[in-house]
């Protein structure tokens, strides 16, 4: 099942970078670029931080081509799109939701503590994003879209690893805890939560 959730987040992640380079009217190379690195950069921080050498990202084939795929789609869809930042920050919110589950399950499989599983899923969930963000020319930062970003990829892993501490293995256990984390998102998005040290600042 980590390995479903691992492709979803990374397709939609993809689709994320996609659109970021069509809001910076970059050229395909440019969408292909930024789709690959968001969808692959959190995924390779975790796995290089837990020792997998070498990161699943060079190993399997579907990590590589679902980003391409996801560019593809953006590529002939964007026309289309009359409000390209919702959608990218959309799409955003579902990657990290799913790949903070991820990357918390993957830490655990690894017999690493639950702390470690969570400050990793938080990695996963974040690491692609600023990526995506220093490749497309802005400043980037743990919120770095001045909204609470971190936190509801803390709530999600550090959920995702009491359930499995409980042995709850189920693919609707790692779900719900993803839909937690995208909910959070979605919502800080929605109603405008900031940090403390965000808020005031102009958007």
Known sequence: MPGALDLA??????VSGALAAVQKRLDVVGMVVLAEITALGGGILRDVVIGAVPPAAFTSVGYVLVPLLATAIVFFWHPQVTRIMPTVMLFDAAGLGLFCVTGAIKA??????????VLLGVITAVGGGILRDMMSGQIPSVLYDRQLYALPSLVGATVATLLWQEGLHGASVSAGAALLAFGLRVAAMRWNWRTPRARGVRD
């Not at 987040?9 to 993809?14: H, K, S, Y």
């Open 9 to 14: 987040g990374i397709f939609v992640f993809a």
């Open 108 to 117: 655990l499989d690894y017999h690493l503590s639950p702390l470690h599983a």
